[in-house]
């Protein structure tokens, strides 16, 4: 399991270097689809740098709609399209699939409608990515977020019932610690899963105040997962905090027993 952390511009790929991570995963709508030549500044500051990309996140900005009556399929594919080029050209393997308030149900709108418009959307988009080396990967989100899909075992049964092409999963432990949700489930839906989030208290940096850190590696260990795993938390100060997060994370994955693992 390689351990790496989610970075908001191609600047904090330096201290992730520096800190020991193994990838870093960036965002596609605040990055990687920067006006401008933000996108070209991005590239070059990651060519740079020996920490690959690896996976990419909030795929989609919150005013691009894709279940209800005001869904846009064109702007969509259109979104899709240059997203998936650009990401290919960075090297991401995982798209990760959030985007709370794109898929969220508008009030009044059909519950069911909108679980198979969403359907739609993810099998269109990763059969495309599938094109491009990439897989998409489904993320559960904590009710505050989006209404469409919140816990692991949902969203499992979400994929496996509904045709979402190549479509696969996440799992975050911010979520599933807001949602209360049992770590057995990562065992039950390991075949799905291909990458993972983690946090700590308070959706901070990963620390040994996070009981639960230790209790998710294992479960992952345990039910044989082979994907990455990415802190995705809120920080004060990036350079300064990543190298501990970096740190308390190897240590608590090596504690769970991952011996074999890129730590």
Do not use: K
């Not at 904090?12 to 605040?30: I, K, N, Y």
């Amino acid at each position: 399991m390689r351990l790496g952390c989610c970075i908001s511009d191609g600047n904090q790929a330096a201290a992730l270097e520096m800190a020991g991570a193994e990838f870093c995963e960036v965002s596609v709508a605040r990055a990687v689809m920067a006006p401008g030549d933000g996108y070209e500044r991005l590239a070059a500051s990651l060519a740079e740098s020996r920490v690959p990309v690896r996976a990419a996140n909030v795929f989609l900005p919150g005013d691009l709609r894709v279940v209800g009556p005001d869904a846009d399929g064109g702007r969509l594919r259109e979104h899709a399209a240059t997203a998936l080029a650009r990401l290919e050209r960075l090297g991401v393997r995982v798209l990760v699939f959030g985007s709370g308030r794109a898929r969220a149900v508008p009030e009044g709108f059909d519950r069911e409608r909108a679980l198979e418009q969403f359907a739609g959307v993810l099998r269109e988009v990763a059969t495309e990515a599938a094109g491009h080396g990439v897989t998409v990967a489904l993320e559960p989100l904590r009710p505050a977020e989006t209404d469409l899909l919140n816990t692991v075992a949902e969203s499992a049964a979400f994929i496996r019932e509904r045709d979402v092409g190549p479509a696969r999963l996440l799992a975050d432990l911010y979520h599933m610690r807001e949602q209360g949700e049992a770590f057995d489930v990562l065992g039950e839906c390991a075949d799905l899963l291909v990458h993972v989030h983690v946090a700590g208290v308070a959706r901070r940096r990963p620390g040994p105040d996070a009981e639960d850190l230790e209790p998710f590696l294992g479960a992952l260990r345990a039910a044989g997962y082979a994907g990455d795993c990415s802190i995705e938390c809120q920080w004060t100060d990036f350079a300064a905090e990543v190298p501990q997060a970096v740190a308390d994370l190897r240590a608590a994955a090596v504690r769970a027993g991952w011996e074999e693992a890129h730590v």
